[in-house]
């Protein structure tokens, strides 16, 4: 195994090389791992990847070829490699979990320390539950002072085995919100959950930010762990130039941060800045939340054509919560472009508040007397009947026959909704 490691680190320095799972990511040189997944096996791809000019195929078939290296259980390689990673990484890890914004957060944190000249590492796009922890981990900037990375749970004890992965040295819970339910008994048990994060066996330093009564979480964490309020804090803020300037004290230490953007954001910069500050003392620049950090993490603008129509499309299609679709929507209606259509995906694992979340947005999306918007899932179809005046559909098939027969009157395009929608597809249809 230690002969692999070092075949592995020998072509990433060489090559600059990336790990990957999925052949259709492959570029010259990178290292295919075949990974096998409940509908198919990634190994039976091993020829499309030596094809594709992989420098290195890692595969569960013994097949003779100097590309590719036979392990008998590649999950088991990955898990082993991950464990060798960790510990020959000498930066400090950082770990944000919540139950919305931690890609935002993550993508913050990363822009703090690399405009203060550190060398940062972050975790890709929003890839936050244990494959892709591992997709992360294997392809970590080994010369990086701090990595950020963020995890994700749906499930009990996933946080357990995310920790165990990945042994974080410092520890953010960005908010727990009862509005992801989904496979937990109650909200109690979902805070529990969430807080198993802090049993890092290298943790140096955490911090929460929570609103609500913390007896309860009190006794479910050590020392290590601070609680800070933000609500608590934005009592001074001043906007001059479309910027935010937030003056606060805290635990007798006057703060001042600038954000660009509104109150979420506001709320990020505001829990970024106290978050670094409890392991870096001296950050010169005193901006705390930079726009790339919604830019590079929060959807990406896709230019192509439908006929022959331009159009651009802006893909929020991984991923939704309450609070995150409400916010995009009305960020985006307040763009100031021409001919707008909403695609709207429903929002999973909301547990026994779904209904309710879901006719919030259709209310919301009725206030702001928006016309072209389509709403995708079975979570939205039920209301199909009260709000005759939208579109509803069960898949997001209908949705491409609407765009091709109206192309005429639509120029921008936004998608998001959970992933299992898979509106992601709806971009790949026009993309070129």
């Known amino acids: ?9 020998n072509l990433k320095s060489k090559y600059n090389s990336n790990i990957v799972f999925d052949t259709r990511l492959i570029r010259k040189n990178d290292i295919f791992i075949g990974l096998k997944t409940k509908n198919n096996d990634g190994s039976l791809f091993y020829k499309n990847a030596i094809k594709k000019k992989a420098s290195l195929v890692i595969a569960n078939i013994n097949y003779n070829h100097d590309k590719l290296l036979y392990v008998k259980d590649t999950h088991l390689f990955v898990k082993k490699f991950c464990k060798y990673i960790i510990e020959s990484y000498k930066g400090k890890i950082i770990a944000v979990t919540g139950s919305v914004g931690k890609t935002t957060f993550k993508e913050n944190i990363y822009h703090i320390l690399k405009n203060n000249s550190i060398n940062t590492y972050r975790s890709h796009k929003n890839y936050n539950n244990i494959l892709g922890l591992q997709f992360s981990i294997m392809n970590i900037n080994l010369n990086s002072s701090y990595s950020v990375f963020e995890l994700g749970i749906n499930n009990p004890n996933e946080m357990t085995n995310l920790v165990k992965t990945l042994k974080p040295h410092y520890c953010l819970v960005t908010g727990i919100e009862n509005t992801h339910i989904g496979n937990f008994r109650n909200f109690n048990h979902l805070i529990e959950n969430k807080l198993k994060i802090f049993n890092s066996n290298r943790l140096i330093k955490g911090l929460i930010n929570y609103n609500y009564d913390t007896r309860y979480i009190k006794s479910k964490i050590n020392s290590k762990v601070k609680f800070v309020n933000v609500d608590n804090l934005k009592k001074n803020i001043l906007k001059k130039n479309k910027k935010f300037l937030i003056n606060f004290n805290y635990k007798n230490r006057k703060y001042s941060i600038i954000s660009s953007k509104g109150e979420y954001c506001i709320n990020i910069a505001i829990i970024s800045c106290l978050f670094i500050k409890t392991f870096i003392k001296n950050i010169k620049q005193n901006i705390f939340f930079y726009n790339d950090s919604i830019i590079e993490s929060r959807g990406n603008k896709v230019l192509t054509y439908i006929d022959s129509k331009r159009v651009v499309f802006f893909d929020h299609s991984y991923n939704a919560s309450p609070f995150s679709l409400k916010q995009q929507i009305l960020s985006f209606n307040e763009r100031n472009i021409i001919q707008k259509v909403y695609i709207l995906g429903s929002m999973r694992e909301l547990g026994v508040k779904s209904d309710y979340f879901h006719r919030q947005i259709i209310e919301l999306v009725a206030n702001l007397k928006l016309t072209k918007v389509i709403f995708i899932g ?4 039920k209301f199909k009947k009260r709000f005759d005046n939208f579109i509803f559909y069960m898949s997001y098939v209908p949705a491409i ?21 898979h509106l992601d597809r709806i971009i790949k249809k026009y993309a070129r």
């Open 401 to 421: 026959k609407y765009l091709n027969k109206d192309v005429s009157n639509i120029k921008n395009i936004f998608v998001m909704g959970s992933r299992s929608n």
């Open 1 to 9: 195994m230690q002969k692999i490691y070092k075949i592995i680190s």
């Open 378 to 381: 079975d979570e939205f179809y």
